[in-house]
């Protein structure tokens, strides 16, 4: 069983910054495929970002490329989410999975652990 913790949200002003951790706890993720997602008031869940095991494999939503990066330290059991040039709409609860294989996905039902999730929040 894995148990993911996610910490780093908050509240900060459009145009700013965040980064995001997720610690895992239970057993190594060194083996699993990791992503985040977010749920914002009255939407589904949405995928974010996710990281193959090794991090040498990384996919984004068209909508936070190239502002926000993936990547994981697989001895540290924790994966990141950097977060730049942040957008009201980017307002949302961000939360951590882990699937059960090496490789990520963009679907939210594969993924087989989940975090509590931490609340982003943007101001205009």
């Known amino acids: 069983q894995v148990q993911l913790v996610e910490s780093g949200g908050g509240l900060v002003q459009a145009g700013g910054s965040l980064r995001l951790s997720c610690a895992a706890s239970g057993r190594t993720i060194s083996g699993n495929g990791m992503g985040w997602f977010r749920q914002a008031p009255g939407k589904e869940r949405e995928f974010v970002a996710a990281i193959s095991r090794s991090g040498s494999s990384t996919y984004y939503a068209d909508s936070v490329k190239g502002r926000f990066t993936i990547s994981r330290d697989n001895a540290k059991n924790t994966v990141y989410l950097e977060m730049n040039s942040l957008k009201p709409e980017d307002t949302a609860i961000y939360y951590c999975?882990?699937?059960?294989?090496?490789?990520?996905?963009?679907?939210?039902?594969?993924?087989?652990?989940w975090g509590q999730g931490t609340q982003v929040t943007v101001s205009s």
């Open positions: 999975a882990a699937r059960r294989t090496p490789m990520w996905t963009t679907s939210a039902a594969q993924y087989d652990y």
